[in-house]
């Protein structure tokens, strides 16, 4: 399974990017899709999962400001964030949750106050 992400960028604090992650194979058929993301020093933390069945969670640090969203049609899975703040500023990550976990290569988002 490879995962190919994009969208990252530079924002204002405010401001909104949406990333977006290309799956290789069909998602319909993986147990859950995720974004993760890394800021320096410190450990990858899960930002919003969702489930095959549609199931949706996210980190109580981004509810109300950022949708998790999948289109099986193209096989792809985004993040619409909205309202960035500085904190958000890490390396995002997308994650398909299989057997095994696979994971994308990741995209920067940098959010400047």
């Known amino acids: 399974v490879q995962l190919v992400e994009s969208g990252g960028g530079l924002v204002q604090a405010g401001g909104s990017l949406r990333l977006s992650c290309a799956a290789s194979?069909?998602?319909?058929?993986?147990?859950?899709m995720a974004w993760y993301r890394q800021a320096p020093g410190k450990q990858r933390e899960l930002v919003a999962l969702i489930s095959s069945g549609g199931s949706i969670n996210y980190a109580d640090s981004v509810k109300g400001r950022f949708t998790i969203s999948r289109d099986s049609s193209n096989d792809t899975v985004y993040l619409q964030m909205n309202s960035l703040k500085p904190e958000d500023t890490a390396v995002y990550y997308c994650?398909?949750?299989?057997?095994?976990?696979?994971w994308g290569q990741g995209t920067q988002v940098t959010v400047s106050s």
């Open positions: 994650n398909a949750q299989m057997i095994v976990y696979y």
């Open positions: 194979v069909s998602i319909t058929g993986i147990n859950a």
